[in-house]
């Protein structure tokens, strides 16, 4: 069993940065993926960016250049520096993680509860 811990979300004006992470605690025996979906109020949820195991890493369009995702392997954390923010950056954004367990074999999904990111104009 897993639990993601997540903080760093805030209001800030458009083209300042934000840096978000997402711990993730339990009897984790490794951790295939990690990442970060948002969804806006009244809009469908989308994939940010996610980072494998290996370091391979991955963009929604709209934010590349401007987000970067990385990694603790050590911590179990992971991290979404987000700079020159526009206002359609805002929502809620969640991390996502692909993990195995001690005592269970597969990999399960977790989320965490989500962090509000408001930028203004």
């Known amino acids: 069993q897993v639990q993601l811990v997540e903080s760093g979300g805030g209001l800030v004006q458009a083209g300042g940065s934000l840096r978000l992470s997402c711990v993730a605690s339990g009897r984790i025996s490794s951790i295939n993926a990690m990442g970060w979906y948002r969804q806006a109020p009244g809009k469908q949820r989308e994939l940010v960016a996610v980072?494998?195991?290996?370091?391979?890493?991955n963009y929604e369009d709209s934010v590349k250049g401007r987000f970067t995702i990385s990694r603790d392997n050590s911590k179990n954390t992971v991290y979404l520096q987000m700079n020159i923010l526009k206002p359609e950056d805002t929502a809620r954004y969640y991390c996502?993680?692909?993990?195995?367990?001690?005592?269970?074999?597969?990999?399960?999904?977790?989320w965490g509860q989500g962090t509000q990111v408001t930028v203004s104009s």
């Open positions: 996502n993680v692909r993990a195995s367990y001690y005592g269970v074999s597969g990999v399960y999904e977790y």
């Open positions: 980072i494998t195991r290996g370091g391979s890493t």
